[in-house]
Structure formats: C-alpha cells, structure tokens
C-alpha cells in the first residue's frame, strides 16, 4: 500500500482544475511539469511516498537514504492542483495504485476536470520534420469540443496511450470525471524534446485561461540538444570518411 502524507490542507475560491502527468517519452510531460511548478511558484502540500530507489548510498562507511515520493502541488491564485513526479512505474499494479491515489485526491478537493500532458510518437517515419503538433483526446465526448476550440488535432484511429499519462483518462472516466489528455507529436522517444514540451503548454495554459509561461528555459535545453546533435553527426561523418574523432591520435 502506498503511503500518502498530507503536509497542509490546499484551500481555493471555486473548484479547483488537477493537472497530472509524469514523465514519458522524450521527457516531454517530465520537463513540462516541471516548468509549469516552478513558473507558477506551486506550493507543495501532499506526497506519496514511492517505492524507489531499491538501493542505499554510503559515504565513508555512512549509509544515506532517500526516498521518492509523487508531489501534489496546489496554486491558489489559478485554483490549480498539480501532480507530478520523476518517474513513470513501469509495473502495472504500481501504475493502478498511483492513478487511484490521484483520482482520491481529485475527490477530495473536488476537482472539476483533469488534465494530463504527454508525447505522442509520429506515425509518419517519412516525415523530415522534428516536430509535430498539439493533439488532444478526452474521456467525454461532452467535452471533446476542447479538441477544436484550442486548435489541437483530433488524436484520430485507433491506439494506445501508454502509462500513467493515459490510464488515469480511463480510470477517471469510470469515476465521473471528465478528463484531457494534451499530446505533442515526436520523432525520437529517446532524445528530449522541448519544444514539444513547449507548444503543449503553450496550448494547456490558454485552456486554463492562465498568463504565458516563460519558456527561456525550455529554448536554452533545445539549443543544448542541437548542439549534441551536431557534434555526434560530425563525429559520424569524420568515422564514416575514415578519419579520426578529434583528441584521437
């Protein structure tokens, strides 16, 4: 059983809207909540308590323990509760227990619609464009004209949304509560990606109705990883040419 630890209790003006995502492929949902916390100064008030790391650290024969915990975060001028954590369980029971513990907390603070982040691989391998655009799927049809409304594609055919970014949609549907998921097109689920991350919560903010984020800090990670980039394709081009990695004699 998991354990939730109640540090305050959040209070807000009307009911509140939740956001929860944890990280997922390309650490698009990782690096946009993040943001999001920081950006609008989210006061931390409940934990659970995850079953990570397996392992102790020492230092000169000095055992040190730290454990992970899920956050909830509330923003009592937006009447926001966020939710959010630095990993995605990848056993299923874990995943179940996580989604059920939120959708408590939902119920507990009443919240109205919840919304959920997160990167949606691209079909189209042919495609030369890095980034994609702004899907959206919900758990009502009542509230699917959110799709359009906010310029997002209809997350159209058949698929799977994987982890806790799609399953809490499905779990929350059967407890009534109406819920979104937000999904930005990638190419790569194993390099970041920041700009998807950004053109997500660009579309997620106008949806709740809140000031622009500053997004600086997303730009500088981007330029970062361009920079990588063209170092390793540099480095391939040099190997594939027969010469020699710079630093090599």
Partial sequence: MLNLKIHKNPTFVSQPTMIA??????NVAGMG????TTSLEADLFAEIYAFWPPFVTYNQG???????SYKFYWVSKYDLVIFTGDFNPSDPRRLYEICYEVLKMAERVDAKILYSIGAALRQNTSSTSTSGGV???????????????FNMNVLEGEGQIIGFNGLILGLAKERGL?????????????VIQPMTAKAILHT???????PSL??????????????MEQQMNYLENVMEHGGKPPGIA
Avoid: H
Avoid at 204 to 210: E, F, R
């Fill in 135 to 149: 899907y959206g799927a919900v758990n009502n049809e009542q509230i699917a004209d959110k799709i359009s409304k």
């Fill in 178 to 190: 109406n819920a979104m998921c937000i999904l930005g097109e990638i190419d790569n689920p194993n």
């Fill in 33 to 36: 909540m993040t943001l999001l």
């Fill in 62 to 68: 000095i055992i040190r323990y730290v454990q992970s």
């Fill in 204 to 210: 997620l903010t106008k949806i709740l109705g809140i």
């Fill in 214 to 227: 500053d997004m600086k800090e997303l730009e500088e990670e981007e330029k970062r990883k361009k920079f």
């Fill in 21 to 26: 995502a944890l990280p997922d492929m390309g």
